[in-house]
């Protein structure tokens, strides 16, 4: 097919500048903390602590949940908007570099982490795609509303400040369940829910904003 074509060719021509432009400090900062805290604590501990596990986890989480908030920074951002490739092509190709490497450093903290938490492997991974997901929505608003080429920052101090306040909340309503309390499930049904409504609003948002034609006054 001729799209399908031009759109792979247009790719290999984006990958390199792309791959150039990426937030590699902060991305590379994120990943390294999320596999170091369970690293540190293996060998520090090296007990079957569930509570200090799930702790270390969930940090991870929010550290790799921190470093995609900066994924969509773009110093050249006011100069690629006039390429011709949309911007919805481009913010998944930043997607496709990036998350495979965000899910492999999470991979590693699950096996680095001590305890019995990996036989909670799944919900807690639930928790780490809904707030990576929370932060690239937030990434992609930011660019989609405001002509900000840097909101990495100003993402990540709203997912990080929406987080500590739902630890907050009363135990009936967190999303931060104790392992193997009475609202665990429910609690995780919750971060599902979390997750799908997310996700098609993050993919409502990679297009560009359809503006309006204005209609010119008439001359009397």
């Known amino acids: ?8 060719a247009a790719i290999r021509v984006l990958l390199p500048p792309v791959w150039r ?10 990943g390294g903390l999320a596999t170091a805290l369970p690293g540190l604590v293996r060998l520090m501990s090296g007990q079957d602590d569930t509570v200090l596990a799930l702790v270390v986890l969930r940090s991870a989480a929010v550290a790799l949940a921190l470093g995609l908030a900066f994924l ?4 050249a951002r006011h100069i690629t908007t006039a390429v011709p490739t949309r911007r919805a092509v481009r913010t998944t190709l930043r997607m496709g570099l990036v998350v495979p490497l965000a899910v492999l450093c999470w991979v590693a903290a699950l096996l680095l982490v001590p305890g019995e938490i990996r ?15 929370l932060a690239l929505a937030g ?3 930011a660019v ?11 993402v ?6 929406g987080t500590l306040l739902e630890t907050l909340l009363p135990e009936r309503w967190t999303l931060f369940v104790d392992a193997g309390a009475p609202g665990w499930a429910t609690a995780h049904q919750r971060w599902a829910m979390l997750l799908l409504l997310t996700l098609p609003v993050a993919a409502a948002l990679l297009p560009e904003p ?10 009397r």
């Open 119 to 133: 036989l909670l492997a799944g919900d807690v991974s639930l928790e780490a795609a809904a707030l990576a997901a």
């Open 1 to 8: 097919m001729p799209g399908v074509g031009a759109t792979y």
């Open 72 to 75: 969509l920074d773009d110093p």
């Open 144 to 154: 989609r509303f405001t002509d900000e080429p840097r909101p990495g920052a100003a």
């Open 210 to 219: 359809i503006r309006r034609r204005r209609v010119p006054a008439r001359v």
């Open 21 to 30: 432009t990426l937030p590699w400090p902060v991305l590379g900062a994120a």
């Open 139 to 141: 990434a992609a608003a």
């Open 156 to 161: 990540a101090v709203t997912v990080l400040a």
